[in-house]
């Protein structure tokens, strides 16, 4: 099986920053993308960014230039540094990967359990 553990959700005042963590454990052959999306109550959950096996990288308009996801392949681990942080980013993040679990099996979307960021004052 495999595992997607995500930590560092809070409370935060506007315009202050939080880092998003997300661990993948289990059975993996190979990660490939991996990614955060987000879901405020009563709206469809959203891309937030992506980051490719390679290191590129992709950010929904509202988050460009505050927000930036990176990985540490090592660690089968993704980040999401968010800053300069507003009350419209409040919402339930969830870290998705995709992730080959043996070199016979498909590849196949994983999720993390969520974490709740609060921008308020």
């Known amino acids: 099986q495999v595992q997607l553990v995500e930590s560092g959700g809070g409370l935060v005042q506007p315009g202050g920053s939080l880092r998003l963590s997300c661990a993948a454990s289990?059975?993996?052959?190979?990660?490939?993308?991996m990614g955060w999306f987000r879901q405020a109550p009563g709206k469809q959950r959203e891309l937030v960014a992506t980051?490719?096996?390679?290191?590129?990288?992709s950010y929904a308009d509202s988050v460009k230039g505050r927000f930036t996801i990176s990985r540490d392949n090592a660690k089968n681990t993704v980040y999401l540094q968010m800053n300069s942080l507003k009350p419209e980013d409040t919402a339930v993040y969830y870290c998705?990967?995709?992730?080959?679990?043996?070199?016979?099996?498909?590849?196949?979307?994983?999720w993390g359990q969520g974490t709740q960021v609060t921008v308020s004052s």
């Open positions: 998705n990967a995709n992730i080959r679990r043996t070199t016979w099996n498909s590849a196949a979307d994983y």
């Open positions: 289990g059975t993996i052959w190979r990660i490939n993308a």
């Open positions: 980051i490719t096996s390679g290191g590129s990288t």
